[in-house]
């Protein structure tokens, strides 16, 4: 890997933390995961295996909330999302 890819996944890992809110910003998870999801595609190959593991992360569903995305997440829907990011914070540093 490059030393500008592993520094781009590295920036994509610090900007974790800006998504662990009391009132994630759908927009912001689903751009960050798309950036991330390219990133991978563009580094290991599009079908390869980093890439696919990420894909099989099971991140929360927005979607299933609804048109009232933009209210807080219950407890145990918090739990899920923090939960998923945090298993795709794992992923990404054994990449890099």
């Known amino acids: 890997m490059k030393p500008e890819d592993r520094s ?5 890992l610090s900007e974790l933390s800006g998504l662990k809110s009391r009132t994630p910003e759908e927009k ?9 999801e390219k ?12 890439a696919a593991g990420f894909r099989r992360i ?3 569903d ?3 909330r609804g048109k009232s995305g933009d ?8 739990r899920e999302y923090l939960d998923r990011l945090e298993e795709a914070r794992r992923y ?3 990449l890099v």
Do not use: A, H, I, M
Not at 39 to 50: A, I, Q, R, T
Not at 71 to 78: A, D, I, P
């Open 28 to 36: 912001k998870f689903k751009d960050w995961k798309e950036n991330v």
């Open 92 to 94: 990404l540093q054994r």
């Open 62 to 64: 927005f979607g299933r």
């Open 8 to 12: 781009k996944l590295q920036s994509y």
């Open 71 to 78: 209210l807080s997440l219950t407890e145990n829907e918090r």
């Open 39 to 50: 990133k991978l595609d563009e580094v290991f190959g599009k079908g390869s295996g980093e």
């Open 58 to 60: 099971r991140f929360f």
